[in-house]
């Protein structure tokens, strides 16, 4: 059982990684998240040995977070508006969180098994109630995604633009 100073450390410390990594990305440095914490960093060090295990800790909520926006528009009652507040919620972490976007939408080896299969789902339905054009496929929305992402990085205010201009393409019809 983890002592209650102990337990309130690393509550601390993964709430001050979530932070510092939505604003700098993965690769802040962890004397950052110590400081933001208010703990030193050898405290961090004993929470979290290496660096993928703070990440970890931090992945495995923005994901369970992830597949809860997909369940959500999933059960919408438009498929088209479940498809695209979905994109939007999604393309809105990605403007505020750094670490979203590099963890979640990119390349990194998480496993999002559940929310891959539910954009399966949102792109059947919305096809099948001919809202979505029919040689959309996953990939074509995560690179979506991937766009609007880097469009937030260099102007976090215009993505909203680009996302609108990249729904036109996606429409069917």
């Not at 914490?37 to 290496?50: D, K, M, Q």
């Not at 999002?112 to 979505?132: D, F, H, K, P, T």
């Amino acid at each position: 059982m983890i002592r209650r100073d102990a337990q309130r450390n690393r509550d601390a410390l993964v709430v001050a990684a979530r932070e510092v990594l939505a604003e700098r990305g993965v690769g802040a440095p962890l004397e950052a998240v110590a400081k933001r914490a208010g703990v030193a960093i050898g405290t961090l060090y004993r929470h979290f040995p290496e660096r993928g295990e703070l990440i970890d800790a931090i992945l495995e909520e923005q994901l369970a977070g992830w597949a809860e926006l997909a369940r959500q528009a999933v059960a919408a009652a438009d498929a088209w508006e479940g498809l695209v507040g979905f994109l939007e919620r999604t393309c809105e972490l990605q403007a505020r969180d750094r670490a979203f976007t590099e963890l979640v939408c990119q390349e990194h080896q998480s496993d999002r098994s559940e929310v891959n299969r539910l954009i399966g789902q949102l792109i059947e339905r919305a096809q099948r109630a001919g809202a979505l054009r029919l040689d959309v496929g996953p990939i074509d929305l995560a690179f979506f995604m991937m766009a609007c992402s880097r469009v937030a990085e260099q102007d976090p205010e215009r993505w909203r633009r680009h996302f609108t201009l990249m729904l036109d393409a996606l429409r069917a019809g």
